[in-house]
């Protein structure tokens, strides 16, 4: 994972499904997306670690014209 630097950590309720399919469609470099819960069952819990920063920086555009 030493080549996936640069990670981003939020909680929430958007779906996951979309930033999974934006991440594979999207990115040009690896990613690696880990999902929880949080402690009270209410918001998922996401890490996202990503080779580039272009990446991660698109990602978080992208992000917020999500739905929810």
Do not use: H
């Amino acid at each position: 994972m030493s080549d996936l630097a640069y990670g981003i950590k939020f909680q929430t309720s958007k779906q996951v499904t979309a930033m999974e399919d934006w991440l594979k469609k999207s990115c040009s470099g690896k990613t690696l997306l880990n999902v929880g819960l949080s402690d009270d069952l209410r918001k998922k819990e996401v890490e996202i670690f990503f080779e580039k920063t272009q990446d991660r920086d698109r990602f978080k555009a992208f992000y917020k014209s999500l739905p929810g």
